[in-house]
């Protein structure tokens, strides 16, 4: 199997999000590269369920250290590890309280339609605000402290897609030895 973080971010004018936790799952899924799989990170607090799709887009780095996060819009469940073209609809920009503690980062999440989807390409109002209140409550075991700090749309959410992408190109140049 290969490393789904380093699959193309993009296909022509869609991104790849990779299903870590599929709609309806009462757990968060995390894809480990080491292992080469989808790991059960941790339940959800009680009653709580994803209202779609949750994964990552491939070959990015976010603000936090990880791919940057996605959610997909669908209408049924993808298993993990699927890869779903899909358009950027919306970015929820979010901060939260670092892991160590000090300060706090950015950890934005990419609101996706999939490809061929009839759905709108804009949120109302109050799917922003179901879903603002999901990323809260997400969390709640955790000590993250998440606040929303706002909305973007559509342009919005592909310039954060592009900033990442450049950064993972960034890490990946340095990482990379010398050819002399």
């Not at 599929?22 to 009680?46: E, F, N, Q």
């Not at 179901?130 to 973007?152: N, S």
Request: include cysteine; glycine fraction near 8%.
């Amino acid at each position: 199997m290969s490393d789904l973080s380093k699959l193309p971010a993009r296909a022509g004018q869609l991104v790849h999000v990779v299903v870590e936790t599929p709609r309806g799952s009462p757990d968060k899924l995390t894809y480990d590269p080491a292992l080469g799989a989808i790991v059960v990170s941790r339940p959800l607090a009680t009653g709580l369920v994803y209202p779609y799709d949750w994964g990552f887009v491939p070959s990015t780095l976010a603000p936090d250290g990880d791919p940057l996060d996605a959610m997909v819009l669908c209408d049924s469940p993808h298993a993990p590890g699927v890869v779903v073209p899909a358009r950027p609809v919306a970015a929820v920009l979010i901060t939260q309280r670092r892991e160590s503690g000090r300060g706090r980062e950015r950890n934005d999440r990419v609101i996706f339609a999939p490809e061929g989807a009839a759905r709108a390409a804009t949120l109302s109002a109050h799917e922003r605000r179901e879903l603002a209140r999901f990323f809260e409550l997400a969390v709640l075991t955790e000590d993250k402290d998440v606040v929303i700090e706002g909305w973007d749309g559509a342009a919005g959410a592909d310039a954060l897609i592009r900033a990442a992408e450049q950064a993972w190109k960034r890490r990946h140049a340095r990482a990379k030895p010398s050819s002399r």
